[in-house]
């Protein structure tokens, strides 16, 4: 049986995914699915540099705006839902374009990988909660990094819920989830798929990103951030976990200046980039579109990526 095609457009934060897809989507008549782990969220704009109706120009997005801030939102929720917007796009006859950073997310759903998901509170769940309320996310974090180093180096000790979820298959199985997750990066995609990582030379990427925050600031993070707490949204929220949310939220709290906040998230938000090109660089069938080789010009680099996907639908035909 035919597979059906997907296209991935993905790369670190502020490498500028969200106008490479627009221009890519209207060119082979797709439907842009985001795999970004904040702009699922409601009330939440600025600081996950949502895409703004008019920068759509038209073309239909999914999994954006669909969950309240105080709803949780993990890997098995976004492969039911991306799966259901792609059959949705598929009927309509055109091409579902996932667009986003979380690399986590892409794989799973380019693998259909298998979570063995176990919803059901336990006992050591609450345990490791606990210790974490206790003992700060750092020492949670120690605790994966002695039984599966492989996954603390991937996971960031501030994710709380995804070292639990770590430590809590380790406690049920005896393996390290990285082990489990690398078996599950073996599988066949069951779609026909073009993986493009956009990229950037690392100082020009880093300016970017500074760029991005002090704009997000003069946009009203602050003031969006604040309506987010008047609301009953706390940092013990995933949603409030987001960098960008988490740092002001810190500074309306009183626990640091304003200052110290947006340092604190133009760094962070620097090292997240770094982690998400070490996590492209593990993917397997990805094409690397280096902006800087085609002299920022989104003109060539979207006739670059529309020859790959050209030879893909040949390699169909043959």
């Given at each position: 049986m035919k597979k059906q095609t997907v296209i991935i457009l993905t790369g670190p934060t502020a490498v500028g995914k969200t106008k490479a897809s627009i221009g890519l989507a209207k060119a082979i008549d797709g439907?842009?699915?985001?795999?970004?782990?904040?702009?699922?969220?409601?009330?939440?704009?600025?600081?996950?540099?949502?895409?703004?109706?008019?920068?759509m120009d038209g073309v239909p997005h999914h999994l954006i705006d669909v969950l309240e801030p105080d709803e949780d939102f993990h890997v098995v929720k976004f492969q039911v839902l991306a799966k259901k917007a792609m059959q949705e796009i598929w009927d309509?006859?055109?091409?579902?374009?996932?667009?986003?950073?979380?690399?986590?997310?892409?794989?799973?759903?380019?693998?259909?990988?298998?979570?063995?998901?176990?919803?059901?509170?336990?006992?050591?769940?609450?345990?490791?909660?606990?210790?974490?309320?206790?003992?700060?996310?750092?020492?949670?974090?120690?605790?994966?990094?002695?039984?599966?180093?492989?996954?603390?180096?991937?996971?960031?000790?501030?994710?709380?819920?995804?070292?639990?979820?770590?430590?809590?298959?380790?406690?049920?199985?005896?393996?390290p989830i990285s082990e489990?997750?690398?078996?599950?990066?073996?599988?066949?995609?069951?779609?026909?798929?073009?993986?493009?990582?956009?990229?950037?030379?690392?100082?020009?990427?880093?300016?970017?990103?500074?760029?991005?925050?002090?704009?997000?600031?003069?946009?009203?993070?602050?003031?969006?951030?604040?309506?987010?707490?008047?609301?009953?949204?706390?940092?013990?929220?995933?949603?409030?976990?987001g960098l960008g949310y988490k740092e002001i939220l810190a500074y309306l709290n009183g626990d640091c200046t304003l200052e110290e906040a947006i340092y604190t998230i133009k760094r962070d938000t620097r090292h997240f980039a770094k982690r998400q090109l070490t996590w492209f660089k593990r993917e397997r069938d990805v094409i690397w579109i280096d902006k800087e080789k085609y002299n920022y010009d989104e003109a060539?680099?979207?006739?670059?990526?529309?020859?790959k996907i050209k030879n893909l639908e040949k390699r169909e035909e043959q």
């Open positions: 439907e842009i699915i985001s795999a970004d782990s904040m702009q699922v969220y409601r009330h939440m704009d600025i600081g996950s540099a949502k895409i703004k109706q008019e920068e309509r006859g055109h091409i579902p374009i996932v667009t986003g950073g979380t690399g986590f997310y892409i794989q799973a759903l380019l693998y259909d990988i298998d979570f063995d998901e176990n919803e059901k509170e336990d006992m050591y769940r609450k345990e490791l909660e606990q210790y974490a309320a206790q003992f700060g996310a750092e020492a949670l974090h120690e605790k994966l990094a002695l039984v599966d180093p492989k996954s603390a180096e991937t996971i960031h000790a501030n994710n709380v819920k995804r070292v639990i979820r770590a430590l809590e298959f380790y406690e049920q199985t005896g393996k489990h997750n690398e078996t599950q990066r073996q599988k066949e995609s069951p779609y026909q798929f073009v993986y493009f990582v956009l990229t950037d030379e690392r100082q020009h990427l880093y300016a970017r990103i500074d760029q991005r925050v002090d704009l997000m600031i003069e946009e009203g993070l602050v003031e969006e951030v604040r309506s987010l707490k008047e609301k009953g949204y706390t940092s013990q929220m995933v949603s409030m976990q060539r680099i979207l006739d670059a990526m529309l020859e």
